[in-house]
């Protein structure tokens, strides 16, 4: 049985960081690609960042330069490094662990950015 679990996020203000943290089991880790989404209220759910088996990563043009995602296989976890945090990241983060069209989620994740 594949399960995602998150942890981390909470109340920041606006300039501060957090991490996210985000554990597989359940999977081969190794071969999947770790994703982070967000939502915000009254919003679809969005793309932050992503990482694939090796290494290669890809963030929306929203976060470049301040959210960093890295992943280490020895420990089945994806991590999401979250800079110089601004109100309008406020929002429920997801975790996701993907491939070929398989989707697992997390159960998602509070992240609160205060002016």
């Known amino acids: 049985q594949v399960q995602v679990e998150q942890s981390g996020g909470g109340l920041v203000q606006a300039g501060g960081s957090l991490r996210l943290s985000c554990t597989a089991s359940?999977?081969?880790?190794?071969?999947?690609?770790m994703e982070w989404f967000r939502q915000a209220p009254g919003k679809e759910r969005e793309f932050v960042a992503s990482?694939?088996?090796?290494?290669?990563?890809n963030y929306a043009d929203s976060v470049k330069g301040r959210f960093t995602i890295s992943r280490d296989n020895t420990k089945n976890m994806a991590y999401l490094q979250m800079n110089s945090l601004k109100p309008e990241d406020t929002a429920v983060y997801y975790c996701?662990?993907?491939?070929?069209?398989?989707?697992?989620w997390g159960q998602g994740t509070q992240v609160t950015v205060s002016s």
């Open positions: 990482i694939n088996w090796s290494d290669s990563t």
């Open positions: 359940g999977l081969t880790f190794s071969g999947y690609t």
């Open positions: 996701n662990a993907q491939r070929l069209g398989t989707d697992y």
